[in-house]
């Protein structure tokens, strides 16, 4: 591609951006700087403090070195000749490693998609700890049994939630296929790996779930009552764009249904700007709601392969067209889980999905874990480490419900 012919790096005009002063609880050590002598006339000078001195701030990563306790787990005789070996103390793992360090295994691996070869690398020379693969392994079924409390409360608040979006794509346990499922709601995102996508299995997954479910046109969602569902704008406006691209009638329909869609979000990015009232919405888009809906009766009647059944399927759905402008909460794209589902497609490309099912267990419930925490803007390596130090009984379980 041919270069715009202007020099690399900021345009003249381009309002700059300043690494931001670090606030006065994260400095660990001051150092006041006075002038020895005035630069004037080289007399001596007194260190008297400046009000409003300059401030140069410098970030150094102090000598990691892995602080090893060593448990010496003594043997003793009884009088009575039993012999009895100490125990270690409470809250202390079995494990080499202890909850920080297993955290750390977990984010690289989980989060940052490190394979475990270099994952193994980064903890000899970065850490000085020196692991195997299997070693590695293990701290992720560590990992993994301490996030299974933390995680299933919040599965039971998504599927709680008023409304959820729900959304799936591909993963693989090994050579076999499998079905990896996001919930998405305001508060949590929760993920699923099952055996497949069928009704069956959707239907089992959702089965204590209830609120308006935001979802695509698949068949698997047909059980969830159509007047408490979203149906995504973003599928349809796909589906009329490949209309449009057609010849004849059917490319004159796509174009109309383009022309009312823009009509549509145009009026939803006033109403989500705080410019339209919700009533406001309501009323302009009533008009835009016949059109559409009339269009795609127009569309049915076509006798288009491709087209027409599409048009007949999107009705099958009318109900669920519209939810968005009487329900607050509601949007009218499934945008959100589609989203939260881009980081795990990543983890896929790299790693080919799971190789076990513990595997598996640990993907859903650590990338539950990150993305919920990440959605409240909270850290991701505490909460880590207090799960896993819950788990060998020293603290509380974390929750991914804050306190109310």
Not at 235 to 248: D, N, T
Request: charged share 25%; hydrophobic share 40%.
């Amino acid at each position: 591609m041919p270069g715009s012919g202007r020099p690399p790096g900021g345009q003249t005009g381009h309002k700059g951006s300043q690494r931001r002063r670090l606030p006065p609880e994260q400095i660990t050590k001051r150092v006041d700087l006075f002038p020895p002598q005035c630069n004037h006339c080289g007399r001596k000078l007194p260190k008297t403090p400046d009000a409003d001195p300059l401030i140069d701030q410098k970030v150094e990563v102090p000598e990691i070195r892995p602080e090893v306790t060593e448990y010496r787990q003594h043997h003793v005789r009884c009088d009575c000749g039993h012999i009895t070996c100490a125990s270690l103390p409470s809250g202390v793992s079995v494990g080499m490693c202890g909850p920080r360090l297993l955290a750390v295994i977990a984010i690289l691996i989980g989060v940052y998609r490190v394979s475990r070869r270099r994952a193994q690398q980064f903890m000899s020379d970065v850490l000085g700890v020196d692991l195997s693969l299997g070693a590695l392994s293990k701290c992720e079924e560590r990992v993994s049994v301490s996030l299974a409390p933390v995680v299933e409360p919040a599965r039971e608040h998504a599927l709680d939630a008023p409304v959820k979006h729900v959304d799936a794509t591909g993963w693989r346990l090994g050579a076999a296929p499998r079905t990896l499922w996001t919930i998405a709601t305001e508060l949590v995102t929760v993920f699923c790996i099952s055996v497949d996508a069928t009704k069956e299995t959707v239907r089992a997954m959702l089965a204590a779930a209830r609120g308006i479910l935001v979802s695509d046109r698949a068949s698997q969602f047909a059980f969830w009552a159509m007047e408490k569902r979203q149906i995504c704008w973003a599928h349809l406006i796909r589906k009329f764009a490949s209309f449009a691209e057609r010849k004849g009638k059917a490319g004159q329909l796509g174009e109309k249904l383009l022309f009312w869609t823009e009509f549509i979000f145009a009026r939803w990015h006033e109403f989500r700007d705080g410019t339209l009232s919700r009533a406001g919405l309501r009323q302009l888009l009533e008009g835009a709601r016949e059109a559409v809906e009339e269009l795609l009766e127009e569309g049915e009647r076509l006798g288009v392969r491709g087209v027409s059944g599409a048009c007949a399927n999107m009705l099958v759905h009318r109900a669920a067209l519209w939810t968005f402008v009487d329900v607050p909460g509601v949007e009218p794209t499934n945008n959100h889980a589609e989203r939260e589902l881009r980081a795990f497609v990543l983890w896929r490309k790299s790693s080919f999905g799971s190789q076990s099912e513990r595997g598996c267990r640990f993907a859903e419930r650590l990338m539950t874990v990150v993305h919920t925490l990440r959605k409240q803007q909270r850290p991701v390596l505490p909460f880590l480490v207090q799960a896993c130090q819950a788990a060998v009984g020293d603290g509380a379980v974390p929750s991914l419900l804050p306190a109310t």
